[in-house]
């Protein structure tokens, strides 16, 4: 391979290793907080969502799942207390999906356990164009 | 929850929304160029590492994976004629990977095929603190 070559893939390749580090702390965050990483990235997207709430239709966009993983990952949340339905002041056929107490205060852990986290890969983005 | 928790977790949701499209389809890219996700960042970390060869041990730390997995990952790679070996000349008992020819071949495909993704990525997150 040529010197040009390898410069070529270097941003990349500094890139992904940094990303690979911080969704691998991402999980472990989760994961002390009681969560699994996909249960944590449920609760953001809901909670980051315009209102706090949101629908299944709309997390199988965000969460890049399909509608069956989505529907199980939400009636999981909901058996394990951490999410809440009820229907839709829009659409009464459809559900809005919100957080509990409980999934609101350990979605909060998880996020400022992760600040320092987001905050370097932030930096790091920022400094290197990929 | 109130107005101010859903802000606060707002550009958070954004950025994994967004990553996990990234992800999504730098995987199904691979897939095109005959790579599972896993050789096509094992042939970018060798790539992009500053000579164009690495260790079993680097990888470990780039990919964010077990020794086990990254030998396993590596001998792979290697029957599958992307990746060869050869007696690092640093260290005669350590091993430095390269890209054979047509693992060279397939990691451009997916790289420039990705091209356009990498750079609405980078956009998104130069836009938009997290």
């Known amino acids: ?11 990349a390749a500094l890139f992904r290793a940094e990303l690979r580090r911080f969704l691998r702390q991402s999980e472990d965050c989760a994961r002390r907080f009681g969560l699994t990483p996909r249960q ?4 953001l ?3 980051g969502s315009e209102t706090g709430t949101t629908t299944v239709s709309e997390l ?3 969460l890049a799942l399909t509608q069956s993983a989505v529907t199980e990952l939400v009636q999981r949340a909901e058996e ?18 919100r957080l509990t107490e409980e999934g609101d205060r350990r979605l909060a852990g ?7 986290e ?12 990929k």
Chains 1, 2 share one sequence.
């Open 45 to 47: 997207q809901i909670a």
């Open 60 to 62: 199988v966009r965000r």
């Open 1 to 11: 391979m040529s010197a040009t070559a390898e410069n070529r893939y270097r941003a």
């Open 110 to 116: 998880v996020h400022d356990a992760l600040g320092p």
């Open 118 to 129: 987001r905050e370097r890969l932030r930096a790091l983005l920022q400094d290197e164009p």
């Open 40 to 43: 944590h990235l449920l609760l």
């Open 80 to 97: 394990a207390g951490l999410v809440a339905r009820k229907p839709s002041a829009l659409d009464g056929r459809v559900s809005d999906l």
